[in-house]
């Protein structure tokens, strides 16, 4: 493997790679670097001669195995910055390795933005479209559903470029293609001018959000609340388009909110409740009153992300939106006749429908909901038990968090299944890209 780092050490002890959240881990044969979309080709073409599988990983935001191989493992760190910005089509090309949040302050200094964001920016470009990454809103929808054209690298080393014009049927699946069909070299979004968001934080009791969802959600452009389980209440955020002024959070305000409270308090809290599980009830009646209402205005990269220190395991499935109450109160009902601690609050956010083949949103406007476990903490009973209760609603897994659904439900789940495995199976018919995950959620 003349070229490829086979030491191992990037990845970490005895070669061993995992992911943010500790629950993933793999030991590739080898690991490139690669810094151009000809040299990831070529790297491709090498890996095909040897019969070796070949995938790729960003930061391992993702909860599942998506990216795990025994092969070879493509590390697209040099694959970096923007390649075009077309003012003219208001768009901008961009290198599949870069962080998102290197992606928004590039943007930014530009004067521009993308429409929507995902809560969190360290992931990879492609890494967040490959799995469906998605923030909230009434009318603007996913990361992928921002995206005007991709390039590809196939299996037999070809470059694609895709888009409506062009290889359309691969840019129908590839914009969330699972890391299935080939590997993502460079991404085109649109973007527009930077505008201004007014955030207005609210808590607020469950029975109330609950019973306004529907007025919520269509209200605002952008609506997302987290209730917190053992209790009866929750925190809402209200974004919309603002004509200002500026408006930041202060320093210290902004600190002691952000920070302090969300992330350092929130981690002794769920180290605590880790220790001693019987205290989780008491600590989340504190936890869901320390965060106060606030307003502020900025632009929009800093108002819908915010940093996520405290580590945790993840489970999200989308649900049909008119769905979600009844789902999200047998959820509850189930956490409170239970003998489960849950330190994490769960999260719920919404997407228009968009017509990408395998997205969760896929022909339906959707609702998100999401349960967390503090990291080392055991999350099987619960996850199990909420999805239960999603399956029942028709939910759909996101593609980059834990879950147990296999081809033969989601090929019920998805009305287009069978046209995203008919692409892989020309595409990939060897499943260079495929690993145990894609084997279980796509089949053979």
């Not at 934080?201 to 109330?208: L, N, Q, S, V, Y």
Request: charged letters at 25%; a positive charge.
């Amino acid at each position: 493997m003349s070229g490829w780092n086979t030491r191992r050490g990037r990845s970490g002890p005895n070669g061993t790679w995992r992911n943010w959240a500790g629950n993933v881990a793999a030991r590739p044969a080898g690991e490139v670097f690669p810094a151009s979309v000809e040299e990831l080709a070529g790297h491709v073409r090498s890996a095909a001669g040897k019969g070796m599988r070949v995938k790729t990983v960003g930061t391992g935001h993702s909860f599942t195995a998506i990216a795990a191989t025994d092969g070879l493992l493509i590390r697209p760190d040099l694959l970096t910055g923007i390649r075009r910005l077309d003012r003219s089509s208001m768009t901008v090309t961009v290198e599949s390795g870069t962080p998102l949040k290197r992606l928004n302050a590039a943007l930014a200094r530009e004067g521009l933005s993308l429409t929507n964001m995902g809560d969190i920016m360290e992931q990879t470009v492609a890494g967040a479209i490959s799995t469906g990454t998605h923030g909230t809103g009434r009318d603007s929808g996913s990361l992928a559903a921002q995206i005007r054209e991709l390039e590809l690298v196939t299996a037999d080393g070809r470059v694609l470029t895709c888009s409506e014009k062009e290889n359309p049927e691969v840019f129908a699946a590839a914009r969330i293609g699972l890391g299935a069909l080939g590997i993502v070299s460079a991404v085109t979004f649109a973007v527009e001018p930077m505008f201004l968001l007014t955030a207005r934080e609210e808590p607020m009791t469950f029975d109330r959000v609950t019973a306004e969802f529907d007025a919520l959600h269509a209200e605002n452009e952008h609506f997302e609340f987290y209730w917190f389980p053992h209790t009866g209440n929750c925190n809402t955020k209200r974004n919309n388009r603002s004509q200002g002024p500026l408006a930041p959070p202060g320093r210290i305000s902004g600190w002691f909110e952000d920070e302090f409270l969300s992330n350092g308090v929130f981690q002794v809290a769920n180290s605590f409740g880790k220790a001693l599980p019987s205290v989780v009830p008491a600590i989340a009646k504190v936890s869901s009153r320390a965060l106060s209402a606030r307003t502020y205005t900025d632009i929009p990269y800093k108002v819908f992300t915010s940093p996520r220190r405290v580590r945790f395991v993840e489970m999200e499935y989308a649900l049909p939106r008119e769905a979600a109450v009844e789902a999200l109160r047998e959820l509850k009902a189930m956490v409170d006749r239970s003998p489960l601690r849950v330190s994490f609050p769960v999260e719920v956010r919404t997407a228009p429908a968009d017509d990408i083949t395998l997205s969760t949103a896929s022909g339906r406007d959707s609702a998100y909901i999401a349960v967390h476990m503090y990291r080392g903490t055991p999350y099987r009973a619960y996850f199990t038990a909420a999805e239960r209760i999603m399956t029942a609603h028709g939910g759909r897994p996101h593609w980059g968090k834990v879950h147990t659904r296999d081809a033969a439900y989601l090929s019920r789940a998805y009305p287009r299944f069978g046209e995203f495995t008919a692409l892989r199976d020309r595409l990939d018919p060897e499943r260079m890209f495929g690993n145990d995950y894609l084997r279980r959620v796509l089949g053979d």
